[in-house]
């Protein structure tokens, strides 16, 4: 039972620690100054070929009633 008691009160105190400090960090990273032309990016990127197919060359070919 030793081991279970050291793990314990290591998730208790160290890894709660880090962990906190884990989410902070994510946090910062995502709201840090600068990343707001990075998120509009992403958030527009389902948009870019709205107009026209993005082209991916030659569509693929219709599945026959066999091989369904």
Known sequence: METYSLLREFADSWMLLLLVLIFLGTVFWAWRPG???LHDDAAKSIFRNEL???GG???APA???REA
């Open 35 to 37: 990343s707001r032309k």
């Open 52 to 54: 026209k197919p993005a």
């Open 57 to 59: 060359g030659a569509p």
């Open 63 to 65: 599945r026959s009633e």
